[in-house]
């Protein structure tokens, strides 16, 4: 342990130039504060597109830790969707993740300090779209055949105790509400996802003690003309088996990541058959630490592009989801945790 040793003037230890001071160990001041090394940190994540228009949120140092959505419309122009006053971010499993979706042009995001879904069009103001009260809601998709979120919702009116996560419908033509529960019963819910004619739901769920990279289930389940569930079976996924992202190809296939065979490989639900869209020996999953995670976008009707790691990194590739073809494509930077792709760009 060092200290310092003052034979002269004891008083006077100001007087010594910094440089020239010695401290004890947890003691010294630095004139670098945290804010000093944080303000250059600013992080972008959430991907997401909307026609010609490129989305994400900006997590910047400089104002807080305020997230922000940015868009960057087909001409090229940036700048901040989201008003001044906001703060787009979940507390839904407290690691957040998925505070936001757009579409035509109208977000629907999660505000920061009282965890309600807002609504904002085009020029316009936020909007709530769910009641005020002790619930948190992430990891939305909207209902191509209802004006309709469905969204995971963490309900916190529990008298103390843990936490209820649940699947809940919250209409858009309605008056705000804390939404309909259509699907409940597990400690975790994650990645509500619609077929693209609407007919069908997909979701992951997990219970204690599992972590969404040891053990989840991967649930299918037929929407109804009310837009109730009805038939919910599980497709894959136990308490040793992880799935990662499910979703839907462009012609309605299920498509998801699991690392049955010990790898993150892509797999995909076809006649009721769990098939390999591409077997190799590195994974095309991440652990869940957050919602929204994606390692995989339809580019068109048969190409994917994927982001997958090999030997400790992560690298860019497409599959042809028909010929099964893998091919390897150059990036001079390692892919982030989401990605989106259109038939003539991917956005990591």
Known sequence: MLSIRVTEQPSSLTAVPPEQRVAAHGTWQSPISAGTVASGALRLSRAMLDGGDIYWIEGRPAEGGRSVIVKR???????????????????????????????????????????RVYKLKPGGTPEPVTAAGDWCYADGCLDPSRPRLVLVREDHTTAGREAVTMLVSVGLDAAPSAGIVIASGHDFYSTPRF????????????????????????????????GTLNGARRIAGNASEAIFQPGWSPGGTLYFVSDRTGWWNLYRLRD???????AMDVDFGRPQWQLGMSTWAFADTSRIVVTYQQLGRWRLATIDAQTGVFTALPVDREPGDSIAATPSHAVL
């Open 73 to 115: 419309d087909a001409a090229g122009h940036t700048a901040d969707v989201t008003p001044a006053s906001t703060d787009v971010r979940t507390r839904v499993h407290e690691y957040g993740g998925a505070a936001y979706l757009v579409s035509d042009g109208i977000v629907y995001y999660s505000e920061f300090a009282d965890q």
């Open 272 to 278: 009721d058959d769990i098939e390999p869209v591409h």
């Open 195 to 226: 077929s693209p004619d609407g007919r069908r739901l997909s979701w992951l769920a997990w219970n204690h003690p599992q972590m969404p990279w040891d053990g989840t289930e991967l649930w299918c389940a037929n929407v109804s003309s009310d």
